[in-house]
């Protein structure tokens, strides 16, 4: 299940499979454990899937080739391996961050046991994901069965040849710094398992 | 002999372990006995504090009700319910009992394949859709039977009946091919079939494969729970019947590791005390009470004697001896009758057991002990022993006691129990009610790596009317009831594969549970 992949080794591995016309993983920094698995990757989809051990950032940047679209369908299976691995805290936040320009459009958030609050900054490319109770096996980023819910990536201006950095942070924010971000920026919404509510947010 | 040439206490007074060293977390346990929280004899009298903190009401994620008391940190949600509408549009059955996830399917989300017992004995059966040769005893009103249910991350996805018409589904235990072996916890005949009952059958996670068909020569016994050895093969079995239950394991004639592979028969084999005629394994000894296991801590050798007739019929035998705490004439299954003529051991009441991956089978005996007066062996709060078979000959092994006592607040009649994929050791108590600092409610234990028992999780389902009309669980016969339901039993508790999810049951109304949480802030 634990899938450790070194990062050059992973970012060689995907180079090489990946179809010409796709966009590219050119490098992946995953460290303490954590590691990033991207096996659905062409000129309109971003598949790659979290495993989170500990608390550390996990990044990936892409390439974009030529052909792609202005726009990726994004999802992703965050696995929650802290309640079983050295650090017990849970999953409480996670933030997804671009670079270069990209920017988010929102899909649904499927905490497995807990309950999410969604949030995204006014530039759109920040997503701040907060969970309560804290999660310990799994949170799906969009959907599994087609595009319905995915999140989207814009790339904006990033033009074929250029880069951008996505990247995952599962720091568990302080109460008082916990508590500052819901009252500060308050929540666009509680999205409930896909199941019960099936909602797709929107920025 | 090499690795098993220690005397009977020799484990924890030597100190060193030598061959038969017990890996932890069971080293740490026998490294502790004589800790302050036990008494002269090893027993334990006082609860240990939880690793995990704690207990209080906690609120189900899919019902919102608070129907366990969990540690901080922890969720859970409720699943597959007594009268729930199953994927093959019939209803789920009452009397939830043993499990185990017996598969992990799926692709980039895993989905566990649970199989799940239903402790029923007479009453309405079920059908294996699809499938007529699920069913065994058909023309008796036999209602016990399995489900099995697919959970994907919490939710079930499909859940269905996998084996019907059987009687008294207790426990049992993972295959070594991804099935479950389901355990009648009987053995009286089903007067309007003739059939008989008190098997074990194996059941195929795909219930469309499912072959109802008892495996005659695992014995035929009031059987409780199995663990297979994946190194050997071998079947390890308990039997649940006061004062006469024996410890068995079945030698498979066929290597295949494969469904249908144990129905080609095999060797049944009784437990017996190396150098011990006839073991009684009831109680621990005291100046006025006679057995032959004496402290927490000790272990005994064991060898195994073969039962050439499983499928015998329950006899009566006059239990005698001057070790023998309980003598008196008993009626018996027919594989310990022939089994105890052999000077096999016997135990007061097996209940679970379970492999914990690293050569050592966790035990349980609901009932050793004495009764709260003193007057009667085999009537106790319990314990929980450790097996391990040798590696270099198997046809030996260690059997040692790591944890009982007499308090019903420390321990209240072990039942069911698991081990954590990091080795933790969890059991479920069916004891009566216990008042705890807690409350009202049966628990779910864990023990410490110090071989100590903590309460982990208790019962907390009490029903209204009006709540379970909210959820649209009334109106079949299989709806569960309003009432108070803290009294019922936790059962079938086991792990997935990476340890996040803890599955249980409790058995009253008939609900199962995923529970997760922070599992690495305590030993589980």
Same mark, same amino acid.
């Given at each position: ?5 070194? @990062? ?5 591995a995907?180079?090489?499979a990946?179809?010409?016309s ?16 991207p ?7 971003i598949?790659?899937? #979290? ?10 940047l892409?390439g ?14 965050? @696995? ?21 320009g990209?920017?988010?459009t ?6 497995s046991? @807990?309950?999410?609050?969604?949030? &995204? ?6 997503v701040?994901? &907060? #969970?309560?109770?804290?999660e ?5 980023l ?37 508590l &500052? ?15 019960k509510a ?5 920025a | ?17 030598? /061959?038969?060293?017990l890996a ?33 009401p ?35 059955? !009452? ?6 996830v ?16 239903? *402790? ?28 099995v249910?697919?959970?994907r ?10 084996i ?14 991804n ?45 409780? /729970?199995?663990?297979?050895d ?21 030698? !498979?004639?066929?290597?295949v ?22 073991a ?15 402290t ?5 050798? =064991?060898?195994?004697?073969? =039962?050439? +007739? ?11 001896g ?5 003598t008196?004439?008993?009626?018996? /299954?027919?594989?310990?009758? *022939? ?11 097996g209940?679970? =057991?379970?492999?914990d991956?690293?050569? +050592? ?13 003193g007057?009667s062996?085999?009537?106790?709060r319990?314990?929980?022993?450790a097996?391990? $078979? ?42 009566g009610?216990?008042v705890d ?11 410490? !790596?110090q ?29 569960p009831? !309003? ?10 508790a086991?792990?997935? $594969? +990476?340890g996040?999810?803890?599955?249980v ?9 995923? =529970? ?7 030993n589980?």
């Amino acid at each position: 299940m634990r899938k450790l992949l070194s @990062s050059l080794a992973l970012g060689a591995a995907v180079l090489a499979a990946a179809p010409a016309s796709a966009v590219t993983v050119i490098e992946t920094s995953a460290g303490n454990g954590n590691a990033a698995i991207p096996f659905g990757l062409t000129n309109s989809q971003i598949s790659v899937d #979290f495993d989170i051990y500990q608390t550390s950032p996990i990044s990936l940047l892409f390439g974009v080739e030529q052909g792609d679209a202005d726009a990726y369908n994004f999802d992703s299976l965050v @696995s929650v391996f802290t309640g079983v691995g050295p650090q017990a805290n849970g999953l409480r936040r996670l933030r997804l961050s671009l670079t270069d320009g990209a920017t988010f459009t929102l899909g649904t958030v499927t905490p497995s046991f @807990s309950v999410a609050g969604v949030q &995204m900054n006014a530039a759109g490319n920040q997503v701040d994901m &907060m #969970f309560d109770p804290a999660e310990n096996v799994a949170v799906e980023l969009g959907s599994f069965d087609g595009t319905n819910g995915d999140f989207i990536i814009n790339r904006g201006n990033i033009a074929p040849g250029g880069t951008f950095n996505l990247s995952v942070a599962s720091a568990v924010p302080e109460p008082a710094s916990w508590l &500052m971000l819901i009252t500060g920026f308050g929540l666009l919404g509680s999205v409930m398992r896909r199941r019960k509510a099936k909602a797709l947010l929107l920025a | 002999m090499a690795d098993i040439d220690i005397g009977r206490r020799g484990l924890l007074k030597s100190g060193s372990l030598g /061959a038969f060293a017990l890996a932890a977390p069971l080293g740490g346990l026998m490294a502790t006995q004589a800790s302050a929280a036990t008494g002269a004899n090893g027993e334990q009298t006082s609860l240990a504090p939880s690793p995990y903190g704690p207990v209080a009401p906690t609120t189900d994620l899919n019902t919102g009700l608070k129907l366990l008391q969990l540690p901080a940190g922890f969720s859970y949600r409720s699943i597959s319910w007594r009268g729930d509408l199953m994927s093959d549009g019939q209803r789920v059955a !009452p009397a939830h009992d043993g499990m185990a996830v017996v598969q992990v399917t799926g692709g980039r989300v895993p989905e566990h394949v649970l199989i799940r017992n239903h *402790e029923i004995g007479f009453g309405t059966p079920q059908l294996v859709v699809g499938n007529p040769n699920g069913s065994y005893d058909t023309t008796a009103a036999v209602g016990g039977g399995c489900s099995v249910l697919r959970v994907r991350n919490g939710v079930v996805t499909d859940h269905r009946q996998a084996i019907a018409s059987t009687a008294v589904n207790c426990a049992g235990g993972m295959s070594l091919w991804n099935s479950w072996l389901t355990c009648e916890e009987t053995n009286v005949a089903a007067s309007a079939s003739n059939l008989t009952h008190g098997y074990v059958f194996d059941v195929n996670s795909d219930p469309r494969r499912t072959v109802a068909q008892p495996i005659v020569e695992m014995g035929r016994f009031p059987h409780e /729970a199995t663990a297979s050895d994946p190194v050997t093969g071998y079947v390890y079995l308990t039997q649940d019947q006061r004062a006469v239950s024996g410890f068995y394991r079945f030698k !498979p004639t066929s290597q295949v590791r494969a469904y249908g592979e144990l129905l080609k028969g095999g060797t049944l084999q009784m437990a017996k005390v190396i150098g011990v005629d006839k073991a009684n394994l009831l109680a621990l000894r005291s100046e006025t009470q006679p057995s032959d296991i004496g402290t927490v801590g000790e272990s005994l050798p =064991i060898e195994w004697v073969d =039962i050439n +007739t499983p499928d015998a019929s329950a006899t009566t035998i006059t239990e005698v001896g001057a070790n023998n705490p309980r003598t008196r004439e008993f009626n018996v /299954a027919g594989p310990f009758a *022939e089994g105890r003529a052999k000077g096999g051991l016997r135990m007061a009441r097996g209940e679970g =057991i379970w492999y914990d991956g690293n050569g +050592t089978f966790y035990k349980v005996d609901t009932a050793f002990g004495y009764n709260s007066s003193g007057t009667s062996a085999a009537n106790g709060r319990g314990c929980v022993w450790a097996y391990r $078979p040798s590696r270099s000959n198997p046809d030996i092994g260690m059997l040692t006691l790591i944890y009982a006592t007499s308090d019903p607040v420390v321990g209240n009649n072990p039942d069911n129990i698991t081990v954590s994929p990091r080795g933790g050791v969890v059991y479920c108590e069916d004891g009566g009610t216990p008042v705890d600092q807690f409350g009202r409610g049966e628990r779910m234990m864990g023990l410490t !790596p110090q071989g100590e028992v903590y309460i982990l999780v208790k019962n907390n389902i009490q029903l209204s009317s009006a709540q379970l009309s909210a959820m649209g669980r009334t109106g079949h016969p299989f709806s569960p009831n !309003p009432g108070d339901y803290r009294s019922s039993e936790f059962a079938g508790a086991c792990f997935d $594969p +990476t340890g996040r999810t803890m599955y249980v049951n409790s058995q009253g109304p008939g609900i199962t549970f995923a =529970i997760t949480g922070p599992w690495s802030r305590g030993n589980l």
